[in-house]
């Protein structure tokens, strides 16, 4: 029996955990804030993140076009205690990473980007 799209982008979701291990938790979120798959511990809310997501998401891409940026790549924000990176899949969903402070952003934006794209795929 084959896997769900949802186990799948679960899958994803551990596999670029796996190979970052900067990675703390990350979810596939749609631009209306539902949570689509998600690798988050037990102590992080699911609906909080997709919430938060989508509404930055939402904000990004308004400061992207109305200051003349063009199409929204990504959102980052950077805390005391490390990052909260958003990245576009596809035109219907946001992948969001938690990612440790020490990160190697350059690694994790590269990994992330292809997560996206593998992503995009399954949705």
Do not use: C, N, W
């Not at 997709?50 to 904000?59: E, G, I, P, Q, T």
């Not at 938690?98 to 795929?121: C, H, I, S, V, Y």
């Amino acid at each position: 029996m084959s896997k769900s799209r949802t186990e799948q982008m679960v899958d994803r979701l551990r596999d670029l955990q796996a190979s970052s291990p900067d990675v703390e938790a990350s979810a596939v979120v749609s631009v209306d804030g539902l949570t689509m798959a998600s690798a988050l511990p037990s102590d992080v809310e699911e609906d909080r993140v997709s919430a938060m997501s989508a509404a930055m998401l939402s904000l990004g891409e308004r400061i992207a076009s109305e200051l003349g940026r063009g199409i929204l790549d990504q959102v980052y924000i950077r805390g005391e205690s490390g990052f909260v990176i958003l990245m576009s899949v596809g035109e219907d969903a946001v992948l969001t990473v938690l990612a440790r402070e020490q990160a190697k952003l350059g690694l994790l934006f590269l990994d992330m980007r292809r997560a996206a794209e593998d992503l995009t795929q399954l949705i």
